[in-house]
Structure formats: structure tokens, C-alpha cells
């Protein structure tokens, strides 16, 4: 299968202010699994281009904190979220 970039997920990914369409991945899984709670505490290795840390922010609420460790540096800042670029090794 091809990507589109114009497809169902794409255009939601741009209306849902997500920079890649691979959030739905981990939102399925989250909502299936239930693995991020409000106020959790969120280790996060690797973030390019930072959809998933966007979407783990927003769940893990204001009382929740998310780390992330990454080679690439993000422009991306949220209130409950501190990025660091590092090599978790």
C-alpha cells in the first residue's frame, strides 16, 4: 500500500493540529489498553516529529509530566512536557 497524503488520516491529522498521522496508532492503543492516564508520568524516547508527545501531553493532563529524550531537537513546548535532547544509552 502507498501513502497518500491526502487521505482520511491526513486530513484529520491537519484539522486535529497533529504534525504526523501516526497519533491514531497510539491512540487506538491508548484507548484499547488504557496505558496513559491522567497525572501519569510519561517517559518518552525518541519524539520526531512529535505527535505522540503532543498526544501524551494532552492526556497525562496538567497534573501528569512528560520526559522526553530525543536526538532531534522540537520546536514543540507544552506546559506538562520537558524535552531534552539526549541519548538515553
Known sequence: MSYKANDHYAHKARLDNFVALSVYKLEEIASTYHIISKNDFVLALGSSPGSWMHYTSK???????????????????????????????
Do not use: C, R, Y
Not at 496538567?62 to 535532547?85: C, D, H, R
Open 59 to 89: 492526556h497525562a493532563g496538567t497534573g501528569g509530566l512528560v520526559l522526553v529524550l530525543s536526538l532531534k531537537p522540537l520546536e514543540i513546548k507544552w506546559q506538562n512536557a520537558i524535552f531534552m535532547v539526549a541519548d538515553f544509552h
